[in-house]
């Protein structure tokens, strides 16, 4: 019952923050596009660490990780005045690389399969 629970604490918390990123944040270095892939509340709903995918440049990147980063308090706030939980989670933004480890291997198949055509 309780595994039922927390995924969806775990949603609800990644609409919201997802949607305070998207809408509510207003930092300029806050340049690249920013997906949250997924979030992981602790048992104990004393911290929740935030998986961001960050799509641009290098430099937007790590400016976007860190205003994230920056801003965490200001995201907590906002997350206690909409999701309804005894404790709000301490904020912990993570950068999650997935994304592009996948396109990397992806890339790497297609090259294979272009070797492979060119061998026959």
């Given at each position: 019952m309780?595994?039922?629970r927390s995924g969806r604490i775990n949603e609800e918390i990644k609409k919201e923050i997802s949607d305070i990123i998207h809408n509510e944040i207003r930092?300029?270095?806050?340049?690249?596009?920013?997906?949250?892939t997924r979030v992981d509340v602790t048992k104990d709903l004393r911290y929740a660490k935030v998986f961001v995918s960050?799509?641009?440049?290098?430099?937007?990147?790590?400016?976007?990780?860190?205003?994230l980063k920056s801003?965490?308090?200001f995201i907590r706030r906002e997350v206690g005045h909409r999701v309804n939980l005894r404790y709000t989670p301490e904020?912990?933004?993570?950068?999650?690389?997935a994304?592009?480890?996948?396109?990397?291997?992806?890339?790497?198949?297609?090259?294979?399969?272009e070797n492979v055509k060119h061998d026959k």
């Open positions: 309780a595994k039922y930092d300029p270095r806050l340049t690249a596009m920013v997906s949250v960050i799509f641009g440049k290098e430099e937007e990147k790590n400016a976007s990780l860190s205003a801003s965490s308090g904020i912990l933004i993570e950068l999650d690389n994304i592009e480890h996948g396109m990397h291997i992806n890339s790497l198949i297609e090259s294979l399969k």
